[in-house]
């Protein structure tokens, strides 16, 4: 079996194949959030890719969380932080969420044979359900409106070598070695790594860099969101 790494959303359509597996990854913040939130109990989370969209779901009484360009919506219950999801406000309850980049990648991946979210905070537990389900896998990098990032491809890398450690895996092509390499060079000192990074930038600049240790701390969740598709509406488990 292969294991890929696709870049951007905008390159997804070279790497679409309808029996393989999609880890959507969005680093700072979004799957991260979500591994979270699952942590903390949260029932289920729709992604929607438009904040009209999770406005029409506020205007229904939902719980909504949603961000754009780092920042919370003004309407939403909840920003792009995994420290907003508390299980006093989430557990037993389902949660809107919309994104600036994240949601958007598991609406582009929803056709594929599986789709689920990955972080490093649930690293182990994406690589032991790609290992149970037994098909390709493709990483999504959600990066940045449609340009590359170098902590979702660093993930990439990280899940690309647990794979191809595993014996029961191989790299799907130069991209997955580069984001593998990425991985290895800089695997004992992640936050150093991202420190330079455009998107601790924009962290930084809005006062919300917080979260980013975080972020980067391996297995300290061991829950999956893995995507249902119920009459057009995109619901995780």
Same mark, same amino acid.
């Given at each position: 079996?292969?294991?890929?790494?696709? %870049?951007?959303?905008?390159?997804?359509?070279?790497?679409?194949?309808?029996?393989?597996?999609?880890?959507?990854?969005?680093?700072?913040?979004?799957?991260?959030?979500?591994? =979270?939130?699952?942590?903390?109990?949260?029932?289920?989370?729709?992604?929607?890719?438009?904040?009209?969209?999770?406005?029409?779901?506020?205007?229904?009484?939902?719980?909504?969380?949603?961000?754009?360009?780092?920042?919370?919506?003004?309407?939403?219950?909840?920003?792009?932080?995994?420290?907003?999801?508390?299980?006093?406000?989430?557990?037993?309850?389902?949660?809107?969420?919309?994104?600036?980049?994240?949601?958007?990648?598991?609406?582009?991946?929803?056709?594929?044979?599986?789709?689920?979210?990955?972080? %490093?905070?649930?690293?182990? =537990?994406? =690589?032991?359900?790609?290992?149970?389900?037994?098909?390709?896998?493709?990483?999504?990098?959600?990066?940045?409106?449609?340009?590359?990032?170098?902590?979702?491809?660093?993930?990439?890398?990280?899940?690309?070598?647990?794979?191809?450690?595993?014996?029961?895996?191989?790299?799907?092509?130069?991209? =997955?070695?580069?984001?593998?390499?990425?991985?290895?060079?800089?695997?004992?000192?992640?936050?150093?790594?991202?420190?330079?990074?455009?998107?601790?930038?924009?962290?930084?600049?809005?006062?919300?860099?917080?979260?980013?240790?975080?972020?980067?701390?391996?297995?300290?969740?061991?829950?999956?969101?893995?995507?249902?598709?119920?009459?057009?509406?995109?619901?995780?488990?």
């Amino acid at each position: 079996m292969k294991i890929d790494v696709c %870049f951007s959303p905008a390159l997804y359509q070279v790497y679409h194949d309808p029996e393989s597996v999609v880890v959507v990854v969005d680093i700072f913040r979004a799957t991260t959030t979500m591994a =979270a939130a699952f942590r903390n109990g949260v029932r289920t989370i729709r992604p929607v890719a438009t904040i009209e969209e999770a406005q029409t779901y506020k205007a229904e009484g939902w719980l909504v969380g949603a961000e754009r360009n780092v920042k919370k919506c003004d309407f939403a219950d909840f920003g792009n932080s995994p420290f907003d999801y508390t299980p006093e406000k989430i557990s037993g309850h389902d949660v809107v969420f919309t994104t600036t980049n994240g949601t958007k990648a598991i609406t582009v991946a929803k056709d594929a044979y599986r789709v689920i979210t990955g972080a %490093f905070v649930n690293l182990k =537990a994406v =690589a032991d359900y790609c290992l149970l389900h037994q098909h390709n896998v493709v990483v999504l990098c959600s990066g940045w409106q449609d340009k590359i990032n170098i902590e979702d491809t660093t993930f990439g890398g990280a899940l690309v070598d647990l794979l191809v450690k595993s014996g029961q895996y191989v790299p799907g092509s130069d991209a =997955a070695l580069i984001a593998r390499d990425m991985w290895n060079a800089h695997k004992d000192d992640l936050l150093s790594y991202m420190k330079e990074t455009d998107h601790m930038a924009r962290l930084v600049a809005k006062h919300l860099e917080d979260a980013v240790p975080y972020c980067l701390i391996p297995d300290s969740v061991s829950y999956v969101p893995e995507l249902e598709v119920q009459e057009n509406i995109l619901i995780l488990h």
